[in-house]
């Protein structure tokens, strides 16, 4: 079995920052990359960034600047940094994976979400 934990989720004013963190634990032999995702109130999940092994990073374009991804896959652990919050970052952001088990398989992976709340 495989769960990500998630933690740093919480309520900030518009303009501060928060950093969330996220680690992969459980039974698997390894990531090739992990990512953010979210979900506002009403709209449907999207990806917000990803960063790979070998360290390439991706983000959508509402982020860009903004959000820093950062990792360190020898804790299978990711990080996403948020400055310059604003009211519409406010959702469920939510950790994915997709790992590789013992068995050579694939298996995705969610994480159980925590709420960022930005507001004044």
């Known amino acids: 079995q495989v769960t990500l934990v998630e933690s740093g989720g919480g309520l900030v004013q518009p303009g501060g920052s928060l950093r969330l963190s996220c680690a992969a634990v459980?039974?698997?032999?390894?990531?090739?990359?992990m990512a953010w995702y979210r979900q506002a109130p009403g709209k449907e999940r999207e990806a917000v960034a990803l960063?790979?092994?070998?360290?390439?990073?991706n983000y959508t374009d509402s982020v860009k600047g903004r959000f820093t991804i950062s990792s360190d896959f020898a804790k299978n652990t990711i990080y996403l940094q948020m400055n310059s919050l604003k009211p519409q970052d406010t959702a469920v952001y939510y950790c994915?994976?997709?790992?590789?088990?013992?068995?050579?398989?694939?298996?995705?992976?969610w994480g159980q979400g925590t709420l960022v709340t930005v507001s004044s």
């Open positions: 994915f994976t997709r790992v590789v088990t013992s068995m050579l398989k694939y298996l995705e992976v």
């Open positions: 459980g039974d698997f032999l390894g990531v090739n990359a």
């Open positions: 960063v790979t092994r070998v360290g390439a990073t």
